[in-house]
């Protein structure tokens, strides 16, 4: 069992910036392909933005194309998601993902192995 941890949720103006964080340690030596979800009530999960576990290779949902930017810090496994221009439709409770065996290029709910607890983020109108 791998644990993940988030953080850096909050409220923020439409327009605004956040950075999500996000740290899954796993077993020493070991790197995951490390991403994110996010869900809005009555909303499906759905994909955000990935990387792969050597960080050269990032994918993003067509909404977080050109606005979100995912990064990582490859000796912690941590993964930080730098959310700009933020709008109200972006309000959801963003979730980190790890995945250890499907390809790095496959993003879907099935596809992940770990997932973080959760943290909300709220863009005001």
């Known amino acids: 069992q791998v644990r993940v941890v988030e953080s850096g949720g909050g409220l923020v103006q439409a327009g605004g910036s956040l950075r999500l964080s996000c740290e899954a340690p796993g077993r020493t030596g070991t790197r995951y392909a490390m991403g994110w979800f996010r869900q809005a009530p009555g909303n499906i999960r759905e994909f955000v933005a990935g990387?792969?576990?050597?960080?050269?290779?990032?994918y993003y949902g067509d909404f977080a194309q050109g606005r979100f930017d995912i990064s990582r810090e490859n000796a912690k496994n941590t993964v930080f998601l730098q959310m700009n221009s933020l709008k109200p439709d972006d309000t959801a409770v963003y979730y980190c993902a790890v995945k250890s065996f499907s390809p790095p290029e496959q993003w879907t709910v099935s596809s992940v192995d770990y997932w973080g607890q959760g943290t909300q983020v709220t863009g005001s109108s």
């Open positions: 990387i792969s576990c050597s960080g050269d290779r990032t």
